[in-house]
């Protein structure tokens, strides 16, 4: 098929695509071209939003781990203070310890629902 030919046959196309029908196909094809960038866009959003989070959990995570072992070398120091207070380095684990057992003992036996309930708010005031 020779350019001329294709050329008019393009045309021909054209003019019959001009009618009720040609409108109505176009509409369609736009249409469904706007639903596919829509999709396209709102996926994007998706990754982007879900991306965020993932990082914002990652940098928790983070952040708690080294605060636990911050504080776990805080304990240590002052139960070997509290050891060098008292003259033997037991007495003071001994003492860090029991701070420990009876925290523990008042918030599952005296106010249960108090450690909860603080969390509670707490996470609720971080999501504001």
């Not at 029908?21 to 999709?39: M, Q, R, Y």
């Not at 939003?49 to 911050?70: D, P, Q, Y």
């Not at 203070?81 to 029991?98: A, C, N």
């Amino acid at each position: 098929m020779s350019w001329f030919e294709r050329k008019s046959r393009k045309a021909e196309d054209e003019r019959s695509k001009k009618g009720i029908s040609g409108l109505i196909d176009t509409t369609v094809t736009s249409t469904i071209e706007d639903l596919k960038a829509i999709i396209d866009a709102k996926l994007e959003l998706f990754k982007i939003e879900m991306t965020e989070k993932v990082a914002l959990v990652s940098a928790l995570v983070i952040l708690i781990v080294v605060l636990m072992i911050g504080v776990a070398y805080l304990i240590t120091t002052f139960a070997l203070l509290f050891g060098e207070l008292f003259g033997h380095v037991w007495l003071g684990y001994l003492l860090v310890s029991m701070v420990f057992i009876l925290t523990f003992a008042f918030f599952t036996k005296v106010k249960p629902n108090m450690l909860k309930n603080f969390i509670h708010k707490i996470l609720l005031s971080a999501n504001e």
